[in-house]
């Protein structure tokens, strides 16, 4: 029973932030590289943000780089998704996923997947 539960979409304002969780059930999250991938209606999954699991190493997409940042709480064994400056464009269902090597943005090496969250950026 392996479970990553995604929480803290909702609504909100262009410019305004939401916080996202992925709270692991089952297994430690801090032995493994873990990302956040979102979804558009009608596009492709694309990676969002990734944290490595010895280092705490970190890569963004482009496009959220200097308004998001991953960061991990290893005591509530869980991974966290600032996003600030939220825009029209970031609207999404967004999900958080577990690699056991270095899964980097790349979504075929990822094993484990929650379920999603809806982030809807609207005025």
């Known amino acids: 029973q392996l479970q990553l539960v995604e929480s803290g979409g909702g609504m909100v304002q262009p410019g305004e932030s939401l916080r996202l969780s992925c709270a692991g059930s089952?297994?430690?999250?801090?032995?493994?590289?873990i990302a956040w991938f979102r979804q558009a209606p009608g596009a492709k999954r694309e990676g969002v943000a990734y944290i490595s699991s010895t280092h705490n190493d970190t890569l963004y997409q482009g496009s959220v780089r200097g308004r998001f940042t991953i960061s991990r709480d290893n005591a509530k064994n869980t991974v966290y998704l600032q996003m600030n400056s939220l825009k029209f464009e970031d609207t999404a269902v967004y999900y958080c996923?577990?690699?056991?090597?270095?899964?980097?943005?790349?979504?075929?090496?990822?094993?484990?997947w929650g379920q999603g969250t809806q982030v809807t950026v609207s005025s």
């Open positions: 089952g297994f430690t999250l801090e032995s493994y590289a």
């Open positions: 996923a577990a690699d056991d090597f270095r899964g980097l943005l790349i979504s075929p090496n990822y094993d484990y």
